[in-house]
C-alpha cells in the first residue's frame, strides 16, 4: 500500500498520519513497530499531500489542521491524559475537545446480528459524531497479504483513525470509504422482492408457488432456497444435518432442470449454507475433497472447515461450490451461526468467509453478491447483509428502521431483513403488512418466514383485503427499479447511501436528530414506516412526523405538506408516510408485471412535483453497457429537458417517456425542439391535478416550455374529514356533530377549537392533520 511519507509524524514508539485536514491515523507500538499494510478494515492510505503544521518540543507535539488542533506528550502510551483534540468545530456549549477513548455523540453505526432480539438492541459505534469526531480503531484486525491472506500483527498496539468532519456526514462518509473501499454495485435482480422461506419445498411445489405469484401478479427477482435444498437427514455417525452440499434428489430429482425454470422466470438464485461442519463422507463432492486433501477415505475423514487453512479454501470453492454454481446457483447465502472463534486467534471465521466468498464469485461474476452477516467495519465490501433471525413483533418492527437508517454511519447500507419476520411472535395481520410495507421501501426486500405453517408470507394467506394491499406494494417495489438502480449506481461511485439517516441533509436542525424510525429514501424521498399497531377506535395508524423546511408532497395522496413542522400524522392500512420534497423528479417502471428485474422497462413513468428546479440522472447497465437518461426542470425559466445518452442499443426498442407533472394546475407543455414535436398526447386529470405527457418511442432527446406548472391542493379537506368519521368507531351523534361544524365553516380558528375541545385525543390529532393540510 502507497501511502504519503510527507504527512507522517514520526517518533519512538508513535507515528501520526495526516491523511486529510479533519482525518488523522494515530499509531503507538511499543516496539516502534508502525504498519503500512492494508488491514481488514484499512485498504488505503494514499489521500495525497495534507496541509498541516507540526509544533515540537522535546515533551511535547502539536500538529495543527484546518480542522483540529491535535496535542500529545511525545513518547507517553496514548491515554485521556497525553492524546486529546480540539475540533475547530462549536457544536458543544462547554467543549469541543476529544480525549483518546472518550466517545462523545456518537450517532453509532450496526451490530452483526439480530438473533434472539425482540426489539431493540445495542449498536456499535459508527465513524460519525454530532459533536463534530469520532474515531476508527483498527488495532485488532489483522494484515492483508499482499495474495490476500490474513496476517496477525507482529505485536500489539494502537491504530487508530481520528474522523473530524464536523457535521459534513457525507464528506465523512465518503472519505472513509476511499479509506476502506468502495461498495460494490449490485446486480440490478438484487433490487427487487425476494422470495425465502425456511420450508421443506419439492420442485414441483415451488415452481407452481412461482407461478402463482406470477398469476397474481406479484413480481418476484429472487429465489432463496432455504437449507432444505440438501440433504438434512443424515447417518447419525455424521452429527447434524445443518451442513450440507449433496441436492436432495428425493426433492430436487434434476436441480439442473429446477434452476433453469426458475431462471426462465427471471429469477436469480441463492442456495442457503451452514458451512460450520465441513465436507463430510456422505457428500457427493466427498471423494474429490478426500482425494485432494489427502483424507482417509475408509474412516470417513471429514474435511474440517478451516478457512485460515488455504489448501481447504481452495476445494471448498473448485470441489464444493463450483459444481453447484454451473448447475445454475447464482450466488450463496452464508448463514454463519457459530460465533468468532478459528484457528487463528482473534480471526473471525464470518469475516473470512464473507471476504473470501466475495472475492470468488467475482472473479467469475462482476456483479456477484453474497447474502452473509455483518462482521465489523469494512464489511460494506461484501454485500448484502443478512440481519438474522427476526422475532415477530412489533418491537422487532419499530427497530429496524433505525439501525437500517444508522447502518449508514459505518457505510453498511445494504441490510436484508426478514420482512415480516422469522420466528416465534405471534399472529397479526396489521403487522405483517406495515413490515412489508417497511421492506418496499427499504434497501433489500426480502419477504422470510421459519418453517412453521402459520408463519409463510404469501398474501393470499392474509384476509382480502390485506392480500390486495400487499400485493400493490410488491408491484410498487418493482415500479421502484430504475430509482433503485441509480441510487445503487451513486452509492458504488460516490458514497452516496440509499438510505440516510435525517440529519445527513438537515445537520444543524436539531429536530433531525430525534426521529430514529425517519429517513431520506434516495435524494427525493422521505420515509416513516408505520412501526406501531393501529388506533383501534380510529381504524388508522399514528406516526411522529418531522418535515423539514419546505414544500412536502405525501407520495399516495399527493396531498401538500408545508414544512418546518412536527406533526402527528394518521394512515389507514393501505398506505403509510413517503413524501416526495418539492421539485422531486421520481423515475419508475410504468409496468412493473410485465419487466422482469433482469430486464430494462420498455417504458419510465417519470413523477415531477412542482417548487424548485431539479435534475435527476437516470442509470441503466446491461451486458457491461451503461445508457444516462437525464432529465431537468429549470423552474424559473419555465423549460424541461430530457436527454439520453450512451449504449441506447441496450435499451427496449420502443423505450417511452411518461411525464406526469403532480399535484398541479393543467401544465401547458410546448415542444421546443427544431424538429418535429415529439409529444405523442397529453392529458390532465383534473381529479388527481395529474398532467400527463406521453412522448414519441424512442425520443432520446426532449425539450419543452413548461406554462402554469403551479402547486395545488389535490384532495379537498371536506372529503379528507369525512372519511376520518366513517372509519371512526365513535358515536353517531359526535359524528353528526363534528360534520355539521366542519361542512359549515371555512374558519380555521373556530375548527382548531372545536376539535381541541375532544376528548378523545386521538380523533382531534387526526383532525388536526386534515387542518394543516389545507392551509
Known sequence: ????????????????????????????????????????????????????KVNETDSDLEIITGAVHLYYKKGEKFTEHTLFADVKYSFSVFSNRWYYGHVGENLLG??????????????????????????????????????????????????????????SYLDALKDFFKLTGETPLLPRYALGNWWSRYWKYDEEGYLALMDKFHAKKVPLSVSVIDMDWHLTEVPSRFGSGWTGYTWNKTLFPDPERFLKALHDRGLAVTLNVHPADGIRAFEECYPRVAERLGLDVTAEEPAIFDFTDTSFREVYFEEVHRPLEKEGTDFWWIDWQQGTTSSKAGLDPLWQLNHFHFEDIRKNDPLGIILSRYAGPGSHRYPIGFSGDAIISWKSLDFQPYM???????????????????????KDEELSLRWLQFGVFSPINRLHSSSSAFTSKEPWEYNFVVENIMEDFLRLRHAFLPYLYSKNVSLHEQGIPLIKPMYYDYPEDEAAYHVPNEYLFGDQLLVLPITKPSNKTLELSKANLWLPEGDWYDFFSSDHYVGGTQLAIYRPIEKMPVFAKSGAIIPLDADPVATKATELPETIEWRIYPGESNQFKLVEDKDGQRVETSLSIDEERGQLELITEGATEILPAKRNHVLKFMSSTAVKVTN???????????????EHKVTEVTLVPSAFSFNADLVDFQAVKVTDGLGTYQEILKRANIENQLKDY?????????????L?????????????SALFEVLYTQK
Open 1 to 52: 500500500m502507497t501511502e504519503a511519507k510527507n504527512n507522517q509524524v514520526i517518533g519512538e514508539k508513535y507515528r501520526f498520519t495526516i491523511l486529510t485536514d479533519r482525518m488523522i491515523r494515530m499509531e503507538y507500538n511499543e516496539q516502534g513497530d508502525f504498519l503500512d499494510a492494508p488491514t481488514q478494515v484499512v485498504v488505503n492510505r494514499n489521500f495525497g499531500e495534507a496541509d498541516f
Open 110 to 167: 450496526t451490530l452483526r446480528t439480530l438473533d434472539g432480539v425482540d426489539g431493540d438492541a445495542k449498536l456499535d459505534n459508527g465513524i460519525l459524531g454530532k459533536s463534530g469526531y469520532a474515531t476508527l480503531d483498527d488495532s485488532n484486525s489483522f494484515l492483508l497479504s499482499d495474495d490476500d491472506e490474513p496476517l496477525p500483527r507482529s505485536s500489539q498496539g494502537t491504530d487508530i483513525y481520528l474522523f473530524a468532519y464536523g457535521r
Open 404 to 426: 437500517t437508517a444508522t447502518a449508514s454511519n459505518v457505510g453498511y447500507a445494504w441490510w436484508s431483513h426478514d420482512i415480516g419476520g422469522h420466528m416465534l411472535g405471534y
Open 672 to 686: 421546443s425542439d427544431d424538429n418535429d414535436s415529439k409529444i405523442a398526447e397529453i392529458t390532465y386529470d383534473s
Open 738 to 750: 363534528l360534520w355539521d361544524r366542519i361542512s359549515h365553516t371555512d374558519d380555521r380558528d373556530k
Open 752 to 764: 382548531f377549537n372545536v376539535f381541541n375541545r375532544l376528548d378523545d385525543r386521538e380523533l382531534a
